[in-house]
């Protein structure tokens, strides 16, 4: 029952805070306490994980509606428990952020946080389809309701789209596990694999990637992530960063090269194609932006796109490169929406020209903000530089020229976000007042007004320099960043049986 309980703590919580008439104070106690527990029960996972077993291991099945052949069937194996972990991390982080910046109806916002953890595990450890189907949908919810109730000025706008977007690839998905399981008696994702019976169906991987890609999202799929960040919460836009997002690329992974091998193959070009449009695109696009946090946005539709190309060069070591490459862009893009969230917390803007000097005035911020851009960037040593440099391993082997246009993408990364160090950090200080920022009385309604008497407006004692909570939710981030890129051995070892098992002869399109 080990994954069960990883899965359904969360969910735990979220129940005890509904039923129990708990103070706000002490809910945000509980909350961290449930989604801490389920990353305890995790590491234990981790401890006792056999890296050279391919196939899935802690195995769980029983029946759910027998006459389909649909079963609750969980399992984690090299791919899922990196995710698992990247997921265990990043919710106890976002939820301990929340303390202080969220004041209104906290309960219930700590609750969508719970639910959100319960369904993303689920995610990443069904190996049924319909369960798979029952969690992706169910995850798509409580960020709804975290960015509709708790964001900015344009909220329900943003938590629309974003619901539409994903829904309507879910729902093209949907037809294509029901055709699947129709015919091939069963839901049992294992047992599908083994089958072997869609390899080349262009039109069942169509519908799987279609759903797949807004996800990630990859261009031209990509136009609701934007706003979805601007407006969620900071602690919204860590999470959907961090790990909604992999929940794209971890489908392609697992369904499109797992059931689908031989119609990836035929489409890899055209994937690839795609895959670096959004590299050039995403890092072009965000160096246009004003807006530190929609910057940080379309940076994520270029990076992504670094996982695609990975994926869809068709070998071993691009693809253990795609999923490294999640767990960084997990780590740096998370840090990065963090950084921003903690200026946003006293300036009440995120517009870079009302920035400025602020490495003078806060310089523990600024050192731990130039570590994470670093790390988006690739700098050697931080963990960016090692997954893309994998990823362009793998890519070259599949196709050179792709892979010549995608390296060009990292010189614009740097171009984009030292841009955004610049603006933000150095140079001379701009005192900004409130009527600078249109968006500060709806994030003062949104947060309660919380914020307006703890840090005022943006005058110089207002721009302390980090508390300790928030050193302690960005630390931990910059630290894996630092282990990743300097000891990234075993990170490969416990994924490598698992990946290599999907690329069997004759599907690598390799020589």
């Known amino acids: 029952m080990t994954l069960s309980l990883l899965i359904f703590l969360p969910a735990l919580g979220a129940l005890a805070l509904s039923v129990l008439p708990l103070r706000p104070n002490v809910a945000r106690w509980v909350a961290l306490l449930f989604s801490l527990a389920s990353g305890a029960v995790s590491l234990a996972l981790l401890a006792g994980f056999n890296p050279a077993a391919a196939g899935f291991q802690f195995v769980e099945a029983m029946p759910w509606i027998p006459a389909y052949d649909i079963g609750y069937r969980v399992g984690v194996d090299g791919i899922s428990i990196w995710l698992v972990l990247l997921t265990n991390l990043i919710f106890p982080l976002a939820i301990f952020y929340s303390f202080q910046a969220v004041r209104e109806r906290e309960s219930a916002y700590y609750r969508m946080f719970l639910l959100m953890q319960t369904a993303t595990l689920g995610v990443f450890l069904s190996l049924d389809l319909f369960l798979f189907y029952v969690f992706w949908e169910f995850a798509l919810v409580p960020m709804y309701f975290i960015i509709g109730i708790w964001g900015g000025a344009r909220r329900v706008y943003a938590a629309l789209k974003f619901f539409l977007f994903t829904m309507a690839g879910s729902v093209l998905m949907l037809l294509g596990i029901l055709y699947i399981g129709s015919t091939g008696g069963t839901f049992d994702l294992v047992a599908l694999q083994k089958a072997n019976l869609w390899s080349a169906s262009l039109p069942l991987f169509a519908v799987f990637t279609l759903a797949f890609a807004i996800k990630v999202p990859l261009w031209p799929l990509h136009t609701w992530l934007p706003d979805a960040h601007v407006e969620a919460p900071t602690a919204g836009s860590v999470v959907l960063a961090a790990v909604l997002l992999k929940m794209g690329t971890y489908g ?159 010189v614009l990364s740097a171009v984009y976000l030292l841009t955004l160090f610049q603006k933000m950090f150095l140079g001379k200080g701009r005192e900004a007042d409130q009527s600078d920022h249109p968006h500060a009385a709806a994030h003062d309604a949104a947060h309660g007004g919380a914020h307006g008497g703890a840090h005022g407006s943006a005058t110089a004692p207002a721009l302390a320099d980090l508390t300790r909570r928030e050193v302690a939710v960005v630390v931990p981030l910059i630290v894996l960043c630092f282990v990743i890129g300097l000891a990234s051995t075993p990170f490969f070892d416990l994924m490598r049986a698992s990946v290599s098992a999907l690329f069997p002869a004759g599907v690598a399109g390799l020589p």
């Open 252 to 410: 392609l992974l697992r369904f499109d090269l797992g059931l689908f091998a031989e119609a990836s193959r035929v489409a890899a070009p055209v994937m690839m194609t795609l895959a670096v449009i959004g590299i050039l695109y995403g890092a072009i696009v965000a160096f246009a932006q004003s807006d530190a946090k929609k910057l940080v946005a379309y940076s994520s539709v270029s990076h992504m796109g670094y996982v695609v190309l990975g994926l869809f060069a068709l070998n071993s070591l691009g693809a253990q490169g795609a999923l490294l490459q999640m767990l960084n862009h997990g780590l740096s893009t998370g840090g990065l929406f963090l950084a921003i969230g903690f200026i946003y917390e006293r300036l009440h803007t995120r517009e870079m020209g009302n920035m400025g000097g602020l490495w003078a005035r806060m310089p523990l911020y600024g050192t731990l903000t130039l570590l994470l851009v670093l790390s988006s960037v690739g700098l050697p040593a931080l963990n960016g530089f090692v997954g893309e440099f994998v990823i362009l391993q793998g890519a070259f082997l599949a196709n050179p020229v792709a892979t010549a246009f995608a390296a060009f993408g990292m």
